[in-house]
């Protein structure tokens, strides 16, 4: 007896001892008390450790345990996290690209999410160490790579072609009736911006076109995170996703060995030329391009849904953008004679029908956001302002004193997460929790549902102007999202021709699967999303139905994309970078 009591003493002490000397490891042997505060250290290096996989992680810290801190570390096994609450330092890090860079963790992700060759991972070091020990004039890897998306001609024919995909569709999106047709929102949407924006990438031989490609790529990117966290914990939880990756590298294969990356846009001809000049093997180059999907659709998808909901279910927000778009919509009439069905009748005179047309020249909308459509423009923001969970991820590269006071050692990470930026009430006001669809416009603008203005919007005081580095939707400073402007431009064309043309409203048992109030809508959480996602998809789906607009019987619409910038900057096809 006596025995057993002194060993689990023994024990007790030891577990003591341990936890004591891993607290003045972490505390005082290997954290520099000018390094940002510790915390999170209840049960050393595991505490963070178990929690870093939930995205209120962060909020959690601000909101219960450490309101004013402006940053903070985190100590994980093998490497330190400083995590920015305050704007000002995320500012301050952005003035230094070079040594708080973007590129070390995304060749890391690349690495591991895509699956790459030795060979490969030595291309990417090799480019990686080029740009950072080159001039100020050397592009980032991913930016030379990326360049066709920059305003230029490239980009245009990329808008042309979505908005061309999207238009050819939305004739049939309410089926024929009046009573229009049921579908879990979500999933359409997912399927005719996925199949739109992938037009405008793939051109004519698009693989997206087909919906086994399609179903592989959204099984492939639900295991990112997954594959993330390592090769072997990604082989452990993620098989389906693996699978699905090694099916559309297939594809991609396929497609380069058909040469019809050369009929594509300027962005696959030149992606594909950047790697195959710098060593990337054709199954390499292929798995790059599956993971590019990645950046193409798992934001662009989920913001266009969001954008919807947020949408249709407020009519007043509806009312305000339908008002606002209507200047740039012409209506023709005209009157066309329509020989008579030779089958059903012997009549030889022929009967005039009068055929209204309407004309939606997109680039208007898109390109000029300060004079057209700001509160579009300004919902959408709001949209991934409330929505969004991206976290921006930054590897330390040397020693740096942030600010002048907070010491970030070299080879540790850097976290921003966007909730934090998006909810402080220093960036956004008191109101910074609630969704506001006019707060990015530039003027307060009415709903205009009793204005004698006729809803169309009217600028009553000028508003403060907000700052632009708590906007985290697209990240920021260098490494801005090069595909903002075509990401924006696909979703406000798609939203654009919902709008303008079609009802949307919840059916009963508006959740997919519990029982919904008729007529409700229900703004879905967002909870299962991983780390990984910057704009998350719905935890559930909703059911919908899509009816024609009063008055849209017999209307034909023709949306076009004429504008953009090519007249502003150079671009087009590049050669290999
Ligand atoms: C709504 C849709 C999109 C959202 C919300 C989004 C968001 C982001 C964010 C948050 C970043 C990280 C930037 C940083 O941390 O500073 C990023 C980077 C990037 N995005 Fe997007 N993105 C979207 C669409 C696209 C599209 C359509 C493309 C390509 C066609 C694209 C290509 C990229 C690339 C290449 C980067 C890396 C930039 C660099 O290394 O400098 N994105 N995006």
Redesign the pocket.
């Known amino acids: 007896m006596l025995d057993a009591s002194a060993a689990l003493a023994g024990a007790a002490f030891l577990l003591v001892t341990v936890y004591l000397a891993l607290l003045v490891h972490l505390r005082v042997v290997t954290q520099d008390p000018r390094e940002p505060p510790l915390v999170e250290t209840r049960l050393p290096y595991i505490t963070p450790l178990l929690n870093l996989v939930n995205a209120r992680y962060f909020s959690r810290i601000r909101r219960s345990k450490h309101p004013d801190l402006p940053i903070y570390t985190l100590r994980l096994p093998g490497t330190r996290i400083y995590v920015l609450n305050s704007t000002k330092l995320v500012a301050s890090t952005q003035r230094h690209p070079k040594n708080f860079t973007?590129?070390a963790i995304?060749d890391k992700f690349a690495h591991l999410v895509c699956n790459l060759s030795p060979t490969a991972v030595e291309a990417q070091k090799r480019e990686f160490h080029a740009w950072i020990n080159g001039g100020t004039y050397v592009a980032?890897p991913?930016?030379a790579?990326?360049k066709e998306?920059l305003p230029g001609k490239s980009l245009d024919d990329m808008n042309r072609k979505m908005v061309a995909a999207l238009g050819r569709e939305c004739d049939f999106w309410a089926g024929d009736g009046r009573e229009g047709v049921e579908r879990n929102l979500f999933e359409w949407v997912k399927e005719v911006v996925t199949v739109a924006?992938t037009e405008g990438?793939y051109g004519a031989a698009n693989p997206y076109r087909r919906e086994e490609v399609r179903n592989h790529f959204w099984t492939y990117n639900a295991g990112v995170g997954k594959l993330s966290m390592g090769a072997g914990l990604g082989k452990l939880l993620a098989r389906d996703s693996l699978q699905s990756r090694a099916y559309l590298a297939s594809i991609f294969q396929n497609y380069y060995s058909q040469n019809h990356h050369l009929d594509a846009s300027g962005?696959t001809f030149q992606r594909y030329a950047w790697h195959r000049s710098r060593g990337f093997s054709l199954l390499d180059t292929s798995n790059m391009e599956v993971g590019?999907g990645i950046?193409?659709?798992s934001?662009?998808v989920?913001?266009a849904f969001w954008l919807l909901v947020r949408i249709f279910s407020s009519p007043s927000i509806l009312s305000a953008i339908r008002a606002e778009l209507s200047p740039y919509i012409t209506t023709t009439t005209e009157t066309t004679t329509i020989p008579p069905d030779e089958a059903t009748t012997t009549a030889t005179t022929v009967a005039p029908v009068v055929v209204r047309r309407k004309t939606l020249d997109v680039s208007q909308i898109t390109t000029t956001p300060h004079t057209a459509c700001p509160l579009l423009h300004s919902t959408l923001k709001e949209t991934?302002r409330v929505h969004?969970k991206?976290v921006?991820?930054?590897g330390v590269l040397h020693d740096h004193v942030l600010d002048g006071k907070y010491l970030l050692r070299a080879n540790s990470i850097v976290l921003?997460p966007?909730t934090i930026q998006h909810f402080d009430p220093q960036n956004y006001g008191p109101d910074a929790a609630a969704f506001r669809h006019d707060r990015f416009a530039e003027a307060d603008y009415d709903d205009g549902a009793d204005d004698d203005d006729g809803g169309a919007g009217q600028r009553r005081r000028p508003k403060k102007r907000l700052n632009g580095t708590a906007f985290?939707?697209?990240?920021?400073?260098?490494?801005?999202?090069?595909?903002?402007h075509?990401?924006?431009t696909?979703?406000l064309a798609f939203v654009a021709m919902v709008v303008c043309r079609f009802e949307v409203g919840p059916v009963v048992g508006g959740r997919e699967e519990e029982g919904g109030t008729e007529g409700e809508w229900v703004v879905p959480s967002a909870e299962k999303a991983d780390l990984t996602k910057?704009?998350p998809c719905p935890d559930f789906d909703v059911r919908v139905r899509v009816r024609r607009r009063e008055g849209e019987e017999g209307v034909g619409w023709c949306w076009g994309f004429n504008g953009g910038g090519s007249e502003n900057e150079g671009g087009g096809r590049g050669g290999g970078g």
């Open positions: 973007f590129q995304q980032s991913s930016h790579a990326f998306l924006v990438v962005l590019h950046a193409i659709l934001n662009t989920p913001t991934m969004g991206g921006g991820v930054r921003i966007s985290r939707g697209f990240g920021g400073g260098s490494t801005l999202c090069p595909g903002r075509f990401a924006v696909g979703i910057v704009m």
